[in-house]
């Protein structure tokens, strides 16, 4: 679509003011499908026969209603765009559009529509790996769905749900629908944060800003994400202050994260101490302006129910009963969304990898320093799958790593012995059922048995870092210091394993980067003390390198510390001398 914005909106008025529908409706739903946002108002001027012929626009009205609280009339709108692709035949437009559909039936309580809906796409599990839509569909489903709610296992679905989450905010970050990849995360966020680390969500939570750097219109929803954030982290008076600049802002939010916003707040002044009742008051208020999200209702009356400490309460859990009762038939199955971040049983927790500084993993106040590996190359195995991208790897590129041998039917063999002692021991030693998967010449670690790698968090602060440098210095800096602080020596108890060497390596050029980064950052701001703790900890790193030397040397003659810089010039000079045989390019002047 060419031509800027105020003449597109000249054109679509010029076409709407002559009545020319047909191609204004082509016109429109060019415009949708290049990712514009077209206004409630301007679709309500073309003629309800002309709109109902379109499923473009009927999914794109039936989204706004939706996003408005009107589901009934959403409803509508997504039942006639689905019967329109389908009619045309085009899988790949009903499909997402039929997961919508299920969306809205999840809300309205018509949860036996939605078990349909979840059931026709499970049957075209292709299309789930190729959609977001479908993925979020069925990532909410996990925890409404009575059929997955009936499983009776949470502690497996949550993870599940956890996975289909991730997927589908990243496909729609890659197909560049950043809204409703913020919107998923924010459903992430709500639904599923017992299964999810902190460090899990900062990561989403700074992938969204980064995301929401180049459009004004997604800075509300940016804004409810770190109020999740906050909240998450036990941040009480900054998740108000947070909830207080939404409440005023101008963009409309959809209005199931007003409703967030409304349950965050309560809970907030409850651990504050402050009076509750003006946020239930506010409560209240949401539900009856949106009476038939079902369950919305629930979650609301379970929030005031959890915080309303008085007479009222046997109130609160005969209205949850009867609310129960018209959405599912056991109210114990229901999730209580009152707590964001409840506390999970130590034993349902999974394990922290810690291997900056040496290999250790933590799961709350437990630490485990030492294990009984009766094979070293099943620990070798797993430190080589938590370094790889999805902490797996090809089973060629393994046998090759580890050193099993030529012999390919050998080596393949001893590998299958190596993994079958890796799951044996962590069962053992950390209670990790079926830790290891091997599928399709493919060996990786169960992503559900460990919630965390420092090593992996590390390079994501870094690369997030990276994109946001040029756009947003002051947070950008704030995750270069984050994962300053994380960087240690990598596995020093294992200085001799090729492999490894050239993670080292990997990491420590990561590492100079940020230092140089921080030390830039720390320059213009004339922050001298931490420019010096920089350049001491590039030095640290790379001992040899004259750039760090200089720049350390320079600094001190800066401060007026000359003493200590003829010092640090001496050592580099007679460093260069025995150990590079040359002297230094540089010479300092102490004036």
């Known amino acids: 679509m060419t031509g800027n914005a105020e003449d597109r909106k000249e054109l679509l008025d010029e076409l709407l003011c002559l009545e020319r529908y047909e191609q204004a409706v082509l016109y429109i739903e060019r415009r949708i499908t290049d990712g514009d946002r077209i206004a409630t108002d301007v679709l309500e ?50 499909l997402p559009c039929l997961a919508m ?10 949860f036996e529509s939605a078990e349909v809906i979840s059931e026709q796409l499970q049957r075209e599990e292709q299309q789930l790996e190729a959609e977001a839509a479908i993925a979020h569909f069925q990532a909410v489903g996990c925890t409404w769905l009575p059929s997955a709610l009936r499983g009776g296992d949470k502690d497996r679905l949550n993870p599940h749900a956890v996975k289909l989450f991730r997927f589908s905010i990243l496909a729609y970050a890659q197909q560049g ?27 989403l939570y700074y992938e969204c800003r980064v995301r929401g750097a180049s459009d004004p219109q997604l800075a509300p929803l940016i804004r409810l994400l770190q109020l999740l954030k906050a909240y998450g982290n036990r941040q009480w008076s900054t998740a108000m202050t947070t909830v207080h600049e939404l409440s005023t802002c101008n963009v409309p939010l959809p209005y199931t994260m007003v409703a967030a916003m409304a349950i965050t707040s309560l809970h907030c002044s409850v651990q504050l101490g402050q009076e509750a009742q003006t946020h239930i008051d506010g409560i209240r208020a949401c539900m009856g302006v949106y009476p038939s999200d079902l369950t919305l209702q629930y979650e609301l009356l ?19 009963q009867q609310l129960a009762g018209i959405l599912r038939e056991d109210q114990r199955s229901l999730p209580h969304p009152h707590s964001l971040y409840p506390k999970q049983e130590s034993s349902h927790v999974p394990w922290q990898l810690h291997l900056f500084g040496g290999m250790r993993f933590l799961r709350g106040q437990e630490e485990r320093l030492h294990m009984k590996w009766k094979r070293n190359k099943a620990k070798e195995l797993l430190l080589f799958l938590a370094l790889q991208p999805n902490y797996s790897g090809i089973r060629e590129q393994i046998i090759e790593a580890l050193q099993l041998g ?15 002692q890796l799951k044996r021991t962590l069962h053992a030693e950390l209670g990790m059922e079926q830790a290891v998967i091997v ?72 590492q100079v980067s940020l230092l140089q980064k921080c030390l830039t950052h720390a320059e213009q701001r004339q922050d001298w003390m931490h420019a010096e703790i920089y350049l001491l900890s590039w030095l640290a790193i790379k001992p040899y390198q004259e750039e760090a030397h200089s720049k350390l040397i320079r600094l001190y003659i800066r401060l007026g510390r000359h003493l200590e810089a003829k010092d640090a010039y001496a050592s580099w000079e007679e460093c260069c001398k025995t150990e590079l045989g040359a002297v230094p390019s540089f010479r300092p002047h102490y004036s």
């Open 439 to 510: 599928r399709n010449g493919l060996i990786k670690l169960r992503e559900e048995a460990i919630e965390y790698v420092d090593v992996e968090q590390y390079l994501t602060l870094i690369r997030v870092a990276d994109q946001l440098w040029s756009t947003d210095r002051s947070l950008s800096y704030e995750m270069y210091e984050q994962a300053y602080m994380l960087y240690d020596e990598l596995l020093p108890e294992l200085p001799y394993l090729e492999w490894l060497e050239q993670v080292r390596e990997h990491l420590a050029h990561k």
């Open 101 to 110: 559909l299920g969306h809205i039936q999840l809300r309205l309580g018509d």
């Open 177 to 203: 629908r950043w809204e409703e990849a913020c919107m998923a995360t924010v459903d992430l966020a709500l639904r599923c944060a017992p299964a999810m680390s902190v460090h899990a969500w900062n990561e």
């Open 302 to 320: 379970s929030c005031i129910a959890c915080s309303h400490q008085s007479a009222e309460d046997s109130d609160h859990d005969l209205e949850l």
């Open 45 to 94: 001027r073309i003629p309800t026969s002309y709109r109902r012929r379109s499923p473009i626009l009927m999914q794109c009205i039936g989204m706004q209603q939706w996003h408005a609280g009107k589901l009934t009339e959403a409803r509508e709108s997504m039942e006639l765009a689905a019967r329109g692709w389908a009619e045309m035949y085009v899988p790949r437009a009903f």
């Open 406 to 420: 030529d012999e390919a039917d050998k080596a393949l063999q001893q590998l299958y012995v190596i993994i079958h």
